[in-house]
């Protein structure tokens, strides 16, 4: 496929709640669209190696966390989403209302942010900044903050078994009956976060949600981010569900463009209208210690014109939560388990052979393989096509599937596996997770009435200026 496309790897910022688009009758927006702002915080240009290594590292994380995140429902959270690529919302709570931002995480399911001037996060994979510069959410500045209560049915549904046990027996008016929810602690892979669940508003322009749950994290240790987080999962606490939402959907900013500042947008949608132009793909139904998760129906996957014949053992959970391929708006890359990962390098390293590995960068980033381009016009990569059950194709060209680098005419698969390639071994959790860098360029919906992913390929990118490089100005076409 194609050349000198550069990373994009836009800058964290905060934007402002601009907003919506139409409105119904009764003056409640059919539809509110938020802009979607791209967190990769490491330029590549300067450290590129170090940069993917650190990447690589961090999905690989991810990858375990996802795939282990079973103990209860509330561990499901993620892992430091910053670090290795996503996408985030501003949101404002409160009265007034607070802005942050939030990532936006289809693979967790509760939303929260890092709350109180008293917020500590040790060896947070932000500890450059200072916690004190952390944006907080502060509920003390919130006229219509609440903090959950034990007799408040939400509490039993967002509290893991165990840990509802802290609510004291409350009979008729005992002070009992006022406790505060036990406060919760999320665990992953190794850090941890805790806080207090709280009843607030949220607010959009012309819409309110009242009592929308959100946790306010106080305190966290290890692999976490100071991002706040939006769960977006399937789940009665993400806030498409809390919302009322019938469908979300998002078109991402294509990574080759760096400095741009322009954001795509995400769309909560109310309307039960179809979407034009869309295929769609069935969400699957979930194994139960993987309930939260966007599970999609796939026949198979082609490298190009190969047909790779996956087993079907991978491609749809079994019920002891084995298998099947999981869309992950909160992974940047992505997964595959052992035996998919090395049919699809084997076709890869075929199709390529006719240009130099790279074992040096293979070596030091942690990703295989990896193509030296050096004195070569052009990198041709095959593109990589999802064969959806109902019959629906995505087709994932090479430059949204691998890293290229042209700066030192590097290009690598950057998706990761934990298994050694030539194990058999089956692990429980999804087999593939594909990341946002392989659904940038398309126009993504969520149809979670109709419980089914719908996407059609779309120009997302707009820029606002032209680059050395040479940066193709497209509108940006909403759907
Ligand atoms: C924080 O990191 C330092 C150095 O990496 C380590 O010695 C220390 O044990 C860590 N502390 C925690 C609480 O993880
Ligand atoms: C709690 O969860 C149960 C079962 O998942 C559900 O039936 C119930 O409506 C939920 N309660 C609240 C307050 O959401
Ligand atoms: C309040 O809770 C405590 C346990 O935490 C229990 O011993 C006590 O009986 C409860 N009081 C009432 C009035 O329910
Ligand atoms: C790519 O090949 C060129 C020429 O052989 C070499 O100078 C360069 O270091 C190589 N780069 C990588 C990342 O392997
Ligand atoms: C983003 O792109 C659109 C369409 O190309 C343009 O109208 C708008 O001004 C841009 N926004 C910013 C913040 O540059």
Redesign the pocket.
């Known amino acids: 496929m194609t050349s000198s496309t550069s990373l994009l790897f836009s800058v964290f910022t905060l934007f402002s709640l601009l907003l919506l688009a139409s409105s119904s009758k009764d003056n409640t927006p059919a539809t509110i669209t938020i802009p979607l702002t791209s967190t990769f915080t490491n330029s590549p240009s300067t450290k590129p190696l170090r940069f993917l290594q650190h990447l690589a590292t961090a999905s690989l994380s991810r990858a375990h966390h996802l795939k282990h995140g079973k103990t209860s429902p509330l561990t499901q959270i993620s892992l430091s989403p910053h670090s290795y690529g996503g996408h985030s919302i501003p949101l404002s709570f409160g009265t007034p209302p607070q802005k942050l931002s939030f990532l936006v995480d289809t693979g967790s399911h509760v939303v929260w942010a890092p709350c109180t001037t008293h917020y500590t996060c040790t060896n947070c994979s932000f500890s450059d900044a200072e916690p004190k510069k952390v944006p907080i959410f502060n509920p003390k500045l919130s006229s219509s903050s609440k903090i959950l209560g034990c007799r ?3 509490c ?2 967002t509290s893991s078994p165990d840990v509802h046990l802290g609510c004291p027996p409350c009979n008729g008016n005992s002070k009992n009956c006022s406790h505060a929810c036990p406060p919760y602690s999320l665990q992953y892979g190794t850090g941890a976060s805790s806080g207090d669940f709280l009843l607030e508003n949220l607010n959009f322009p012309g819409k309110t949600i009242h009592e929308f749950l959100v946790g306010c994290t106080t305190s966290a240790v290890g692999e976490v981010t100071s991002a706040a987080l939006a769960g977006f999962g399937r789940s ?1 606490f993400s806030l498409p569900m809390q919302m009322g939402v019938k469908k979300f959907a998002y078109c991402l900013n294509s990574h080759d463009y760096d400095d741009t500042r322009n954001s795509s947008k995400l769309i909560l949608d109310y309307s039960d209208g179809e979407t034009k132009g869309l295929s769609y793909a069935p969400f699957l139904k979930n194994p139960p210690d993987f309930p939260i998760y966007y599970y999609l129906g796939v026949k198979d996957i082609k490298i190009g014109n190969k047909l790779l014949r996956i087993p079907s053992k991978y491609l749809a959970p079994g019920s002891d939560g084995r298998g099947g391929l999981m869309i992950d708006s909160g992974f940047a890359y992505g997964y595959m388990t052992g035996p998919v990962f090395k049919k699809v390098t084997n076709e890869l390293k075929k199709r390529m052979s006719k240009y130099r590995r790279s074992l040096e960068a293979e070596a030091e980033i942690g990703v295989t393989p990896c193509y030296n381009f050096t004195g070569q016009k052009s990198i041709k990569i095959p593109d990589l096509i999802y064969q959806f059950r109902g019959g629906a194709t995505m087709v994932v060209p090479g430059k949204n599937y691998f890293v290229l680098i042209p700066e030192i005419s590097l290009a690598c698969f950057p998706l990761t596996t934990d298994a050694g390639t030539n194990t058999l071994e089956f692990t429980p959790g999804p087999s593939i997770i594909l990341g946002n860098s392989q659904h940038v360029d398309y126009y993504v919906e969520f149809d979670l009435k109709n419980e089914r992913l719908g996407f059609r390929q779309q120009t997302c990118q707009s820029c606002t200026f032209m680059h050395a490089t040479g940066c193709r100005c497209v509108p940006a076409r909403n759907g």
């Open positions: 408040n049915p939400k039993v549904n009665m």
